[in-house]
């Protein structure tokens, strides 16, 4: 015998009316526990059957089975099998009953001790959502009256179960909609991203009554997952640890882009169990989602081991979904904040650094200048005044040192702002500052142009000129170069633009490793500054003959058609070897 819990007093006969059913259906209707109302409704059935035992199965949202009284082994079996059946039909598909009025009541007796096994559906509606079995005693009339009365109890308590699973669950609903409140608050007022992850996981954790929650980012260039925020289970040894993505659950879901629940998760085969192994927690449950930002997966957020039976379900995978989206949109932000912020310490550093050559400028050249030609110019009136004759040639150098002046200060305010780069273009620009240094510089610059498919606009053309004169301000600076050759080429998409010198050449890796040491911050400006125009920016220098010198590389996609009027495009231009 199997004594589930000792049944109450019976009388022999089932005696009842329909004012005892309808009292019946009252006093369920009053309770709000599903577990509570379940335990209340079999008592109350055994005592209106006057059951030696019974069984309710409940299929709303989870399986539930509640048994109380004596089952016989031979009982138990026949109760296993039916329960059996109607939950695997459950799980597999709605089933429903064509009328309500008619329900299915399946009757059977025990060989040997004549005990009555009884089994009807509880209905919601026409949809089954469990079924109820009673063990009646020998000799105990099951008539049509009975079956009537039994089929009103599986309609009556089908439907206050499904009730009471749905105020739960809008209940729930609610407790998830005042968490998705404090969530969007904090979005919005807390700028600490880690604080903001941090409150996210507890509460996520909380309100879905779990004891553990991760949030795990991907390292794209080493496929790995790492660990940024953690709630629970051992979160501070797993503060920055790191996990292949090709291992466990979460790297399934990072690898798929997929949510997923696993309530064995000892038994699932994607389990990884060196976590628990670091940490010393036990996971027994597991759901996860994946953190996606415009259909691409930055990482994954998984909560484990739920507190109450039944593991986690549908709902709380879409509550885990929502959750994750809020986490990914604050990730994606902080990573933009973070971005606009470098951007403009480079902005700052590039016009600190323009402010430094435009006074070094000034006074290496256009001041010395000025410098030279005040003290002519008093060299020149002591001469009137003892020599006459002599001054007219000092008026002559004064006049070379008035030009060189004046040359110099066109170069310094065509660098500040080139006005023919907004009136005719890039390439009259730069044919134009490469006849201005020719002028100035003791390097001959040699430039090779191309007729351009499509004009870019100001300010795209500014990015580019402005990295074309901070290479060429480079060469003066360092590379003693004695030749300067501009390139220009295009495909049908592309400009490059080549910068090469003859110079001493230097070492690129040794360079941009010392960068912060030495304050300079050339080569990084050139590159965020192609950066910012989709451009890409290659470095290549060497040292020792024959091919000593530094050649600067940039290609930049050109405008796109729609945005102008067309010209056939130009046969490409080789580059100088």
Known sequence: MVDIQPRPHASPVATFDDATVLDIFFELAAIRDENTLLRKALVLLRQAFHAEAGSILVQVRTPQRLRMG???????????????????????????????????????????????????PLLRDTRVVGSVCLILSPGQPFGLNVRRRLGAFGRGVGQLVSLSADLSLAQQRLNRLGFFYQVGQALVTNFDLNEFLSNTMQ?????????????????????????????GGGSDILRRQRMSMNKGIAGWVARSG??????????????????????????????AVPLKIKGRTIGVLEVLNKYSGGGFDSEDLRLLTSIGAQAAIAIENARLYTTLREERDSIIQAQENVRRELARNLHDGTVQML???????????????????????????????????????????????????????????????????????????????????RQFDPRRAGTIFSIVQEAINNAKRHAAARNLWITMGTTPDILTVQIRDDGRGFDVAAVAESYERRGSFGLLNMRERARLIDGHLGIQSNT??????????????????????????????????
């Open 203 to 231: 509460l996520a954790a909380d309100v879905m009554d779990a004891g553990a929650s991760s949030l795990m980012l991907i390292d794209e260039e080493k496929a790995e997952l790492v660990f940024e925020v953690s709630h």
């Open 70 to 120: 004596t089952f016989p082994p031979e009982a138990m079996i026949v109760v296993d099998r039916w329960e059996g059946a109607i939950e695997r039909q459950l799980l597999e598909r709605v089933w429903r009953i064509p009328s309500s009025d008619d329900i299915p009541i399946s009757v059977s007796r025990l060989p040997g001790n004549d005990l009555i096994l009884v089994n009807a």
């Open 258 to 287: 997929k949510p997923t629940i696993a309530n064995d998760a000892r038994t699932d085969p994607r389990f990884n169990p060196q976590v628990d192994v670091r940490t010393g927690f036990l996971t027994q449950s597991i759901a």
């Open 544 to 577: 020792k003959p024959p091919d000593q010198g530094t050649t600067i590389t940039l290609s930049v996609p050109l405008p796109p058609l729609d945005d102008y009027e067309t010209r056939p495009i130009p046969t490409t231009v080789e580059f100088d070897d």
């Open 371 to 453: 410098s030279a030609i005040s003290m002519s110019i008093d060299h020149v009136q002591r001469l009137l005044e003892v020599r006459p004759e002599a001054a007219l040639s000092e008026l002559d150098t004064l006049r070379k040192l008035v030009h060189q002046a004046t040359r110099e200060a066109r170069v310094v305010l065509f660098e500040l702002r080139p006005i023919i780069l907004e009136t005719q273009g890039l390439v009259p620009t730069l044919e134009s500052y490469a006849e201005q240094l020719n002028e100035t510089e003791e390097f001959a610059v040699h430039l090779r142009s191309a007729v351009l498919p």
